[in-house]
Structures are given as C-alpha cells and as structure tokens.
T-cell receptor, first 114, second 114 residues
Framework: ETGVTQTPRHLVMGMTNKKSLKCEQHLGHNAMYWYKQSAKKPLELMFVYSLEERVENNSVPSRFSPECPNSSHLFLHLHTLQPEDSALYLC?????????????FGSGTRLTVV | GNSVTQMEGPVTLSEEAFLTINCTYTATGYPSLFWYVQYPGEGLQLLLKATKADDKGSNKGFEATYRKETTSFHLEKGSVQVSDSAVYFCALLNSGGSNYKLTFGKGTLLTVNP
C-alpha cells in the first residue's frame, strides 16, 4: 500500500463512453498530480493541483477533465477518447509543490480505448 | 528547458552481477535528482534522491552520486537480485520559483535472471 489509491485498476471503454478515474490519498499532502505513461515515452505531466486549485494544465485535450473536490481526492473525467489515449494513468501526491518534496505514486489505472 | 537522458534498455543481468544505469541531465539552476522504480503492475516508488552536488543517495543497496561537473546521476548496485527486476526512472526537479515539475527519463527496463 503506497498511500495513494487509484481506482479502477483496469478500464476498457469505447470512444463514445464517459468514465472517471479516481485517486485518493490520506497522507496529508497538499498537491496532487495526473501523469500519463505511454509505452516508450517519458511520463507526461497532465495536471497539477495545489490546495485544490489547478496550477497546471499541460496542453491536455479537453476530452480529459480533472476535478479536485478536496485535498484528498482527485478525479479524471474522460469522454470521447481516442485509441491513442490508451495508457497507464498515474496519480501522485506530494507534501507541497516546489522544492524537493518526494512524490508518492499510486499503482495507476490501465486504460484501453476501443 | 529541463531534460533527462537514460541509457536505452533493456538491461539483462545475471544474479549477483554489478549494475550501472546511466543518467545525464540538462537543467537550469540547481535541480534535485531522483531515481524511481516501477515494479510490474505497480506505480512508481521513490528509490533514492540527492539534492545538491556531490550528495550520494542510497537505498536497498542502490547508490547514485550527484555529479554537477558531468551533469550525471548514474545508478549503481554491487550485486543485483531477481527481485530488482523492474523499470528504473531517473528524474529531476528544479527547486525555486514556480518550477515544480518532475521531469522523467524514458525509463530503463532491468531483468535479472537467476
């Protein structure tokens, strides 16, 4: 148990579906992140939230919509995805942003878009 | 901008062999450097870190030394085990200002055979 829990672990969705990924941490961290991990590519930072406010939207298509209702929970809402969006989506948290805070990662959601 | 370059994998070793995974970086300022490990089916876990030049990070028999003169942070282990089989990511974080993003390398897959 890493302290960051992601659900579901696996998700298969059609291109017209709407689904949501969930991330939860009870580490008392104030910052949360979404990363996309595709085969043979570096991890791509998608979104950053600090104290429930979005501080980064890294040119992510609007078919990905994040939500951070409180400092312990982070969602990624998905709609009308493309097959190239199939990847491992990782959530992470840290005590704060900046400096050398270590990140704690969840186990990820393996998403397949068919 | 910031970037991290890791040696291409996969790396295949026999148990008890010596491991080196090269990592070099490009960054402005004085970044903190990290190695993360991802075991099969899991998220990333922080393995070790170093926050300033000449610091040595160590954990579980792994070591890496922050070399500013060669902009490197090579990962080493004297005697690998089968359980070390995983993907290893080098990463940097620039401290100060609003630059709080972890920049990752592409990862190096290590397979250790009995």
């Amino acid at each position: 148990e890493t302290g960051v829990t992601q659900t579901p672990r696996h998700l298969v969705m059609g291109m017209t579906n709407k689904k949501s990924l969930k991330c939860e941490q009870h580490l008392g961290h104030n910052a949360m992140y979404w990363y996309k991990q595709s085969a043979k590519k570096p991890l791509e930072l998608m979104f950053v939230y600090s104290l429930e406010e979005r501080v980064e939207n890294n040119s992510v298509p609007s078919r990905f919509s994040p939500e951070c209702p409180n400092s312990s929970h982070l969602f990624l809402h998905l709609h009308t995805l493309q097959p190239e969006d199939s990847a491992l989506y990782l959530c992470a948290s840290s005590q704060g942003i900046g400096g050398d805070y270590g990140y704690t990662f969840g186990s990820g959601t393996r998403l397949t878009v068919v | 901008g910031n970037s991290v370059t890791q040696m291409e994998g996969p790396v295949t070793l026999s148990e008890e062999a010596f491991l080196t995974i090269n990592c070099t970086y490009t960054a402005t300022g004085y970044p903190s450097l990290f190695w993360y490990v991802q075991y099969p089916g899991e998220g990333l876990q922080l393995l070790l870190k170093a926050t300033k030049a000449d610091d040595k990070g160590s954990n579980k028999g792994f070591e890496a030394t922050y070399r500013k003169e060669t902009t490197s942070f090579h990962l080493e282990k004297g005697s690998v085990q089968v359980s070390d089989s995983a993907v290893y990511f080098c990463a940097l974080l620039n401290s100060g200002g609003s630059n709080y993003k972890l920049t990752f390398g592409k990862g190096t897959l290590l397979t250790v055979n009995p």
